[in-house]
């Protein structure tokens, strides 16, 4: 069975920076397209950017330019560096697999706040 589980969230101020690990366990983790998601109060879970095997990358328009997502296939890790956050980008971040989804972790807070 694949897990997933996510870390590195905490509380920041606004143009603060935060950098989120997703540890993959079972599977085959280098097959697939990883992506990170978010979950903000009241509001649909959304793909924010995703990442391919071989490392092309894609991002929502609303942090492109901010977040960097990248991988690390040898430690089964997929991360999300955040830069210049605001408080829009405050919500429940998680990891999972845009084409082939397995179970939700239990994702890691972000919280933007002054």
């Known amino acids: 069975q694949v897990q997933v589980v996510e870390s590195g969230g905490g509380v920041v101020l606004p143009g603060g920076s935060l950098r989120l690990s997703c540890v993959v366990s079972?599977?085959?983790?280098?097959?697939?397209?990883m992506g990170w998601y978010r979950q903000a109060a009241g509001r649909q879970r959304e793909l924010v950017a995703s990442?391919?095997?071989?490392?092309?990358?894609n991002y929502a328009e609303s942090v492109k330019g901010r977040f960097t997502i990248s991988r690390d296939n040898a430690e089964n890790t997929v991360y999300l560096e955040m830069n210049s956050l605001k408080p829009e980008d405050t919500a429940v971040y998680y990891c999972?697999?845009?084409?082939?989804?397995?179970?939700w972790g239990q994702g890691t807070q972000v919280t933007v706040s002054s």
């Open positions: 079972g599977g085959i983790f280098g097959a697939y397209t």
């Open positions: 999972n697999r845009p084409n082939s989804p397995i179970s």
């Open positions: 990442i391919t095997p071989r490392g092309s990358t």
